[in-house]
């Protein structure tokens, strides 16, 4: 379905703010974006993830301590290494330049597999697991997961904070699930830079998962197709479900 050639543009967000108009990667004329509230649900559970070096993400609060995010996000492209924890900072309700917490990383966790400095990535792993210092605010509960493979035409819904509107949370809320290719989920949910790591979120049926009914990380946001109808791409859950695993059990008392 997606070439094997296709060009791929990370969505990482810019250190400065300057929007790229009138075509931005990832991003189709029909822009279907709009600003969500990033104190109601889901959405309350999108975080934004800062390095010392003012790059800016997005990521997704899956557990108590345990932020997922997009792995290039945390790449230095001066020292061609991942930044230190101590370099990364997470904001939970994050509303032009107001946040509800602000928490500090305690310890990174990316694929081996994933080295953004090779002359071809493997994008699929391009994936790294937060663990946070402190717990998350108690009034933000932690997405669950779903590795379950979605069929074509599946309903998704993805958001961050795009480089185009970066003080306020964004989101498609009406794309879908396109294919596979090369690993990665293939959708069509209008995304630019600054919404790397972003969730690609898919809604439980009525009664299944620990959220019945609510949204659930499908996987999370890293790359847009170059071709002119939008084919954007998500890591997979499944490939970081053992790293989330094992955050999540020792996080139990």
């Not at 931005?24 to 070096?53: C, E, F, M």
């Not at 009034?139 to 069929?151: F, G």
């Amino acid at each position: 379905m997606v070439a094997a050639a296709l060009v791929l543009v990370v969505l990482a967000g810019a250190p400065a703010a300057h929007a790229e108009r009138p075509l931005l990667p990832g991003v189709g004329p029909g822009d279907r974006r709009v600003p969500v509230d990033a104190s109601a649900a889901p959405w309350r559970s999108v975080v934004r993830v800062q390095t010392n070096l003012a790059g800016r993400c997005t990521g997704a609060l899956v557990g108590r301590r345990t932020v997922v995010t997009a792995g290039h996000c945390l790449f230095n492209p001066r020292t061609r290494r991942f930044l230190e924890a101590s370099s990364l900072h997470v904001l939970f309700g994050y509303d032009r330049g107001d946040y509800t917490r602000h928490v500090r990383v305690a310890r990174v966790a990316t694929d081996p597999a994933y080295d953004p400095a090779a002359a071809n990535p493997v994008v699929s792993a391009d994936w790294a697991v937060l663990t946070l210092a402190e717990a998350a605010p108690e009034s933000v509960p932690p997405l669950p997961v779903s590795a379950v493979p979605l069929p074509a035409g599946t309903p998704l819904m993805l958001g961050g904070y795009s480089q185009d509107r970066a003080q306020i949370l964004m989101a498609d809320r009406d794309c879908r699930m396109l294919g596979e290719s090369a690993g990665l989920l293939v959708h069509d949910c209008d995304a630019t830079r600054g919404t790397s790591g972003g969730p690609l979120l898919v809604r439980f049926a009525s009664g299944d998962g620990p959220a019945g009914g609510g949204w659930a990380v499908a996987g999370v946001g890293v790359a847009a197709g170059n071709a002119p109808a939008v084919r954007n791409f998500a890591v997979a859950a499944g490939r970081f479900a053992a790293v989330l695993a094992k955050d999540t059990a020792a996080e139990q008392p």
